[in-house]
């Protein structure tokens, strides 16, 4: 499967031409300032890139650090998908269990996840539970939310046609709602992943944690080594990219007719 | 077979997402492995202060080494009890005279303001002098200070948070005198950047010299007349910047006995940010008392330049300095101050009774797990105190050891 | 001949917020096998509503239907024609025009799917289109499409509500022919709702003209004109007019 065309290519040159641009300017700035509190050097965050396997500050490597995140992001997103796209498929099809559970969720959805820090060590131990929970709290409404959408979306006129060849409800089901609502969920779950990356620094915060990027970049900070956490940055940006590349490159494969007939 | 086609890829996706969960939550916690000896262990948490009390309350921990007032909350409203303070713990004398909180200064601060420097030095040691001479005093202002004067919520109904404070200022020394102790931390990770670790070299004595000066009368102090800003870091949540909050609180009997003062701008604010450096009635420089959250991200401000000195701790002070950060202690501001807490069941009263029990737990294959804050002069003691005990600690999730501090 | 449909004293009230709204006030027609029947009237009077109910995605309030059984003897199912095509665009088209075959309510063997699939998709010239997307296609092969699909499960009726209205006029003849072709290869009956007189006229065996709401049957104008037929005869026009005319009437 080619991920990337040919125009796409040229589109990344000019992306990449504006990264190196900055990446010179500040550069600059750092030989100016000469004070890694504030701008560390380039060739000390890549320092810190080019040796992925090696400990950093001591502690486990880049590497480690990165697999421990990813691990607790794919985990508890999938937990969230697990968990929200069955109900967001209940509440879409039903007017009646959306008037019981609006309210709950709207009031729930607005809430920063690491709010729920103090209850998740409570509730959920000490380590990767808790951790799970932050993360599966932060990724659980963009997928619901876009669940409902997706379903409420899908065309009367499908259904129709569904009721007009007899389909039973749970070929309705599973033959037009769920194909029909499959790009909505899929945005959210492009969406709710994003998000997953950025709880996953705040819930690494949680005691008991001794790896992993937000980890890492605390840890860093503590210490004053801001070359550091420019290269727990520099990882977290690239995996995020990574994933939103592969989420865009499935709905291309996959969603090519939403919106189009 | 009803052919879909987004369906054959979500089937395998959503499958293969199913596994990866179920394999990911029965698989046991350890990423990587490093080398656990014979000896036997015990396993290190790092926490926040505020949830050690909480953790311990749970039993998702079995002790842990915190300052005050988290050690007299804690006893005071059953969730544990007290079994040692540094002084009581190995190796014998380590922590006797070890300055646990320090005030640090940048040091163009010091090159360029060095009568401010001088005079907050003489201030922090007369307010040193002063929680210790009035503890009732201070226990008042620092009860209003650290809690708001609110009354403190537990698991077993609220607690007066002067009753807290006046366990916890016995637990205290007040002293400017006290010498940075030789941390393991900071050795191991300064010494691991290629760089040599001396504590020593990181005190400033000139400017506590020039304080004592100024503070026994032998000079008066004299004051550039350039007014110039600066922040103070401090974490807002422990007892042990008693003497900070009195002089600020008591500014009157400063100004009165010495002639200069830390006053706040608006004296009714419960915990007072924007100062004013008052010498002989005459405004001499803007003091704010920015809070924080660790000693850590404090040291780190101070190397931004967006802070120019703090009431910190010792480790992450010498740990920042022997990285690279530019700023030098003046003085010491107590030792003591912390206390190792198990929970009120826990089979031993004093420390040679942890050790057993630690030794107990490790054969029956359930480490003790113990909480101490990140890089701080608590992890110090607990990773120097079981290495002096031949017990291994090892951090907690993972089996690698802390290694001889 | 038996009629393939019977409609009987048909009777359909909304009830909206501003009261009972009576939309269908005791329609009854006959359709006999093969014939195309179109269905005129003045905009909203009925005509989508009354096709719905015959489909079996509305019920009627009063009055009855009668649907000869198919040849195995089974309850014989109309099939609908939309005016968007309303193709699954996830589908491919094959997969589309087999979509009712596979359910549980026809149960069609895969061999015997594949076999009508093929013929289906000759019959309306989409055999290069068959692994297509719909968003692949014109849309005058989109409703070609669209047709097959109706026609998968053998209805005894198709029906199709304005199925060319959102096409060009030159799109529009072509499936008017293909409709006419259709009925003549596979003897298919065919219930038509359209606004469009000379439509109407090309393709009509006979031609029910409904009254504005509540809706009865104000005219039937059969077309005695031999196939295929010329818009431009005059007799075409006569026809044509006439039509034209019993709507106007009809309002």
Not at chain 3, 101 to 118: F, G, I, K, Y
Not at chain 3, 184 to 204: G, Q, R
């Amino acid at each position: 499967m080619v991920l990337i065309s040919r125009p796409a290519l040229r589109d990344c040159g000019k992306g990449l031409f504006l990264i190196v641009l900055l990446l010179a300017v500040w550069e600059a700035a750092a030989l100016v300032i000469q004070n890694n509190y504030i701008l560390p050097q380039i060739g000390d965050i890549f320092a810190v890139l080019f040796q992925p396997a090696a400990p950093v500050l001591g502690g486990p490597s880049m590497i480690e650090n990165a697999t421990v995140s990813l691990r607790e992001v794919l985990t508890g997103f999938g937990c969230a998908a697990l968990l929200a796209i069955p109900l967001g498929l209940v509440i879409g099809s039903s007017r009646e269990v959306g008037t019981y559970l609006n309210p709950a969720i709207q009031i729930l959805r607005p809430v920063p996840p690491i709010a729920w820090m103090p209850f998740a060590i409570a509730w959920f131990g000490i380590g990767f539970h808790s951790i799970l929970f932050i993360i599966a709290m932060g990724a659980f409404f963009p997928i619901l939310i876009n669940t409902v959408d997706g379903v409420q979306g899908v065309r009367r006129s499908w259904v129709e046609v569904a009721g007009m060849f007899h389909a039973t409800t749970f070929e309705r089901f599973r033959t037009v709602i769920l194909p029909g609502a499959l790009p909505m969920i899929w945005t959210g779950l492009r969406v709710s992943f994003g998000v997953a990356w950025m709880c996953v620094v705040a819930a690494e915060m949680l005691p008991g944690t001794t790896a992993g990027l937000g980890f890492l970049i605390m840890y860093a900070y503590n210490l004053g080594q801001l070359q550091v956490i420019g290269a727990g940055m520099i990882v977290i940006g690239l995996i995020g990219l990574f994933a939103d590349t592969l989420f865009r490159a499935g709905q291309e494969r996959f969603f090519s007719w939403q919106g189009r007939d | 077979m009803q052919k879909l086609i987004p369906f054959r890829g979500l089937l395998i996706g959503g499958g293969s997402l199913i596994l990866l969960i179920l394999l990911s939550l029965c698989g046991s916690v350890p990423v990587f492995s490093g080398t656990a000896g014979s000896n036997p262990g015990v396993s290190l948490l790092y926490a926040s202060a505020g949830t050690m009390p909480q953790l311990l309350n749970t039993h998702q921990i079995d002790a842990f080494l915190i300052w005050e007032p988290v050690v007299s909350n804690a006893e005071l409203s059953g969730i544990g009890k007290r079994i040692a303070v540094p002084a009581d713990l190995p190796p014998p004398g380590k922590w006797d005279n070890a300055a646990i909180n320090v005030l640090v200064l940048r040091r163009n601060i010091i090159r360029d303001e060095p009568e401010i420097a001088s005079l907050l030095s003489a201030l922090t040691t007369a307010a040193i002098e002063r929680t210790e001479e009035e503890p009732a005093l201070a226990e008042n202002i620092t009860a209003a200070w650290v809690f708001g004067n609110k009354p403190i919520l537990t698991p077993v109904g609220s607690l007066n948070p002067l009753e807290v404070e006046r366990h916890s200022f016995a637990n205290m020394v007040f002293t400017a005198d006290a010498t940075l102790p030789e941390s393991g931390i900071v050795q191991s990770a300064v010494e691991a950047q290629k760089r040599t670790y001396d504590p020593t070299a990181m005190v400033d004595t000139s400017v506590a010299e020039q304080g004592r000066l100024i503070l026994n009368g032998s000079r008066p102090p004299r004051p550039g007349g350039s007014m110039p800003t600066i922040g103070i870091g401090y974490i807002p949540s422990t007892d042990n910047y008693a003497p900070l909050y009195v002089m600020v609180k008591d500014a009157p009997y400063f100004c009165n006995r010495y002639g200069f003062c830390l006053v706040p701008d608006n004296p009714a604010e419960s915990r007072p940010v924007a100062c004013t450096l008052m010498v002989n009635g005459t405004p001499a420089a803007h003091i704010r008392l920015v809070p924080g959250q660790s000693g850590g991200g404090i040291m780190t401000t101070i190397g931004q330049n967006a802070l120019d000195g703090a009431f910190v701790g010792s480790v992450p002070a010498e740990l920042q300095i022997g990285l690279g950060n530019p700023s030098s202690v003046i003085q010491s501001i107590n030792t003591g101050g912390s206390g190792l807490v198990v929970g009120p069941d826990a089979p031993c009263t004093d420390w040679h009774g942890f050790v057993r029990w630690a030794e107990v737990r490790s054969a029956a294959g359930r480490p003790l797990v113990i909480a101490t804050v990140q890089s701080s002069i608590q992890e110090d003691m607990v990773r120097e105190a079981f290495a002096y005990e031949n017990i291994t600690v090892t951090f907690y999730g993972t089996d690698i050891t802390a290694g001889a501090a | 001949m038996e009629p393939v449909l019977c409609v009987r004293a048909i009777e359909k009230t909304f009830s909206g917020a501003d009261g009972a709204c009576p939309a269908l006030a005791g329609i009854s027609f006959d359709i006999a096998p093969r014939e195309i029947v179109c269905l005129m009237g003045p905009s909203g009077c009925g005509k989508s509503t009354l096709l719905r109910i015959i489909a079996g995605l509305d019920y009627a309030d009063r009055g009855s239907l009668h649907m000869a059984t198919d040849n195995n003897g089974g309850t014989a199912r109309t099939a609908m024609v939309f005016q968007e095509h309303a193709l699954f665009p996830w589908l491919s088209v094959y997969d589309n025009i087999v979509y009712g075959l596979r359910l549980s309510a026809q149960r069609v063997p895969e061999d015997e799917v594949a076999r009508r699939a093929e013929a289906l998709l000759a019959l309306t010239r989409l055999s290069g289109f068959s692994r297509s997307l719909p968003h692949q296609l014109s849309g005058g092969m989109k409703q070609r499409a669209a047709v097959a699909r109706a026609l998968a499960g053998e209805p005894p009726v198709v029906l199709m509500d304005e199925p060319f209205s959102a096409l060009d006029p030159f799109t529009r003849r072509e499936l008017e022919d293909e409709v006419l072709r259709i009925r003549s290869d596979l003897k298919t009956t065919f219930l038509i709702v359209s606004h469009n007189p000379e439509e109407a006229v090309y393709l009509a065996d006979r031609i029910i003209v409904l009254s504005p709401r509540p809706a009865r049957v104000a005219a039937e104008i059969p077309v005695r004109l031999p196939f295929p037929r010329n818009p431009a005869d005059p007799a075409f026009l006569k026809i044509r007019e006439e039509v034209t005319r019993a709507v106007l009437g009809a309002e």
